[in-house]
């Protein structure tokens, strides 16, 4: 009987430490967690800061970092090209004023109310005039009515 005593000692202190390890092993996975949550949130914070000072004081950036909010400007632009070839080729258009995406069929922007109607892709000949309205002859650079510069 007493080999059954010991060995259930044994047992049940190997159950313990069992319990032990898998509360420690539970315990440490929700530490993990919570580190990365954290680290998500950090990551979050510093990119709206980020941005809030490249936006807010964007003078003082170019003069500090240079080369950062070169970088930064450049990705602007080529995120807003990518975003208007996107609409284009959908069959959309882009507000020439807030940006907007927009059906490549309607008169006014929806978020601003501009004149839309004779907006066309960049790079192309647009037949009428944005500024007046006349229509166009083909390869004009200037409009022959109001002498407004043809994109």
Do not use: H, W
């Not at 907007?100 to 647009?126: I, W, Y």
């Amino acid at each position: 009987m007493d080999i059954l005593n010991k060995a259930k000692e044994s047992f049940a202190a190997a159950g313990k430490g069992f319990t032990q390890k898998a509360s420690d092993v539970s315990g440490l996975a929700k530490v993990t967690m919570k580190i990365k949550e954290e680290e998500k949130q950090l990551e979050q914070s510093l990119r709206e800061l980020g941005e809030l000072l490249f936006n807010q004081y964007n003078a003082e950036a170019v003069q500090l970092f240079p080369e950062q909010t070169e970088s930064i400007r450049q990705l602007y632009a080529a995120v807003k090209a990518d975003k208007e070839e996107m609409a284009y080729l959908k069959g959309n258009k882009i507000c020439p004023n807030c940006g907007e995406e927009l059906d490549k069929d309607v008169q006014r922007c929806t978020s601003c109310g501009m004149n839309v109607e004779n907006v066309v892709r960049p790079g192309t000949v647009p037949a009428f005039c944005q500024n007046c309205g006349s229509q166009l002859t083909p390869g004009a650079k200037f409009c022959p009515n109001c002498g407004a510069k043809l994109s």
